[in-house]
């Protein structure tokens, strides 16, 4: 079983930048694709970012690409999303996640999931 903490989230205003760390803990022995998902209220659950478990091969959401970064570090067993440029829109709780597995952007593929945190951005 593998355990995920999410950090970082924050009360931001437009155009501002925050980075969300996600702690990986438990099977650590295993490199799990690793997934950000954003839950905005009242909506679905929607992917953001994943990044796969060598040789990196990353995804980005439509919404995100070229604001948000992905990535990882397999030694502090981390992963980090750099957003930038936030708009109002990005307002959700973000939620880490882990697969055993390739890389994916649905959300019903991911069977491991942090707490989130919440991000708001305050126009």
């Known amino acids: 079983q593998v355990q995920l903490v999410e950090s970082g989230g924050g009360l931001v205003q437009v155009g501002d930048s925050l980075r969300l760390s996600c702690a990986v803990s438990g099977r650590t022995d295993r490199s799990y694709t690793m997934g950000w998902f954003r839950q905005a209220q009242g909506k679905s659950r929607e992917f953001v970012a994943a990044i796969s478990r060598s040789s990196p091969t990353i995804y980005y959401a439509d919404s995100v690409r070229g604001r948000f970064t992905i990535s990882r570090d397999s030694a502090k067993n981390t992963v980090t999303l750099q957003m930038n440029s936030l708009r109002p829109e990005d307002t959700a709780v973000y939620y880490c996640?882990?697969?055993?597995?390739?890389?994916?952007?649905?959300?019903?593929?991911?069977?491991?999931w942090g707490q989130g945190t919440q991000v708001i951005v305050s126009s």
């Open positions: 996640a882990a697969r055993d597995g390739a890389l994916l952007r649905g959300v019903v593929h991911y069977p491991h």
